[in-house]
Nanobody, 125 residues
Framework: QVQLVESGGGLVQAGGSLRLSCAVSGRTYRSYAMGWFRQAPGLEREFVAVIDWSGGSPYYADSVKGRFTISRDNAKNTVYLQMNSLKPEDTAVYYC??????????????????WGQGTQVTVSS
């Protein structure tokens, strides 16, 4: 089994920054891509960003491109989401997820094998 634990959420004013972390533990027996998704109240969960094992091919949703940066430290089994210039519409529960497929780095929820419990991000106007 693989466990994912997010941290770093909180309340921030519009224009501010937060850095989310996702610690991965358990039987990580092969390389895996890591994604971030979010779910706002009353809405479906949506893709935010993904990074492959090497960290060389990050991909972002248009809504966060230029403001968010995904990165990873494989030695620490941790992935990060640096969020700058936050907007009230970024308010959501943020989830990290691990994709163990050989051709990982997907934007689709169904391709992910393991999920964290989520961390709340609230951006006030």
């Amino acid at each position: 089994q693989v466990q994912l634990v997010e941290s770093g959420g909180g309340l921030v004013q519009a224009g501010g920054s937060l850095r989310l972390s996702c610690a991965v533990s358990g039987r990580t027996y092969r390389s895996y891509a890591m994604g971030w998704f979010r779910q706002a109240p009353g809405l479906e969960r949506e893709f935010v960003a993904v990074i492959d094992w090497s960290g060389g091919s990050p991909y972002y949703a248009d809504s966060v491109k230029g403001r968010f940066t995904i990165s990873r430290d494989n030695a620490k089994n941790t992935v990060y989401l640096q969020m700058n210039s936050l907007k009230p519409e970024d308010t959501a529960v943020y989830y990290c997820a691990a994709d163990f497929r050989v051709s990982g780095s997907s934007i689709r929820e169904r391709d992910y094998d393991y999920w964290g419990q989520g961390t709340q991000v609230t951006v006030s106007s």
